[in-house]
């Protein structure tokens, strides 16, 4: 069974860091593509960004919003994917999914998230 | 970027009631489109994937067709654990875009 568990949100002041994780299972994790995905309170789903496998290339792309601020990495010996806030500020408050990339022929795997709050 | 519009934003249904709800993408995703759901407070279930693959465990009531840039999700039979917000998602062209959700209650 799939399970991608997400961890590390909480309450940062604005202009603070923090990092999130997310532990995947169930899955060959090096070959996966990975993304972040993100939905403020009463708001819609926004794409953060995405890190292609290590075989791919292992680069990232990310949402316009986060560019700059925001690093998505992976750590394929533990299965874990990451991301790395800085300069946060408060239109990052948001539930962060950790995502798996879809295709043609297999579906994409969301975690429950975890609540990232900036605020003063 | 490739902008995703869902029609209409919101409706009022009865149980057992045939619902259709829309996607439209501004340029052409091929079959590279997913359909969520969403209730309060919980995480996006995954419906369909690549426009028609139901996923596993997903009533067979629900069903997507469309390719290109139309797509439409099926609810053939509307149950009362069926009133949710259902969201589009195109996966072909980075950067990743949702539409804004259609938001489907009890009439």
Not at chain 1, 101 to 109: C, E, I, Q
Request: aromatic share 10%.
């Amino acid at each position: 069974e799939v399970q991608l568990v997400e961890s590390g949100g909480g309450l940062v002041e604005p202009g603070g860091s923090l990092r999130l994780s997310c532990a995947a299972s169930g899955f060959t994790f090096n070959t996966a593509w990975m993304n972040w995905v993100r939905q403020a309170p009463g708001k819609g789903l926004e794409w953060v960004g995405r890190v292609k496998s290590k075989d791919a290339g292992g680069t990232t792309d990310y949402a316009a919003p986060v560019k700059g601020r925001f690093t998505i990495s992976r750590d394929d010996s533990n299965n874990t994917l990451y991301l790395q806030m800085s300069s946060l500020k408060t239109e990052d408050t948001a539930v962060y999914y950790c995502t798996t990339n879809g295709g043609p022929d297999w579906p994409p795997y969301w975690g429950q998230g975890t609540l990232l709050t900036v605020s003063s | 970027d490739i902008q995703m519009t869902q029609s209409p934003s919101s409706l009022s249904a009865s149980v057992g009631d045939r619902v259709t709800l829309t996607c439209r993408a501004s340029h052409s995703i091929n079959k590279y489109l997913n359909w969520f759901q969403q209730k309060p407070g919980k995480a996006p279930k995954l419906l369909i994937y690549a426009a028609s693959n139901l996923e596993r465990g997903v009533p067979s009531r629900f069903s997507g067709s469309g390719s290109g840039t139309d797509f439409t999700l099926t609810i053939s039979s509307l149950q009362p654990e069926d009133f949710a917000t259902y969201y589009c998602q195109q996966s072909h062209i980075i950067p990743v875009t949702f539409g804004p959700g259609t938001k489907v209650d009890i009439k």
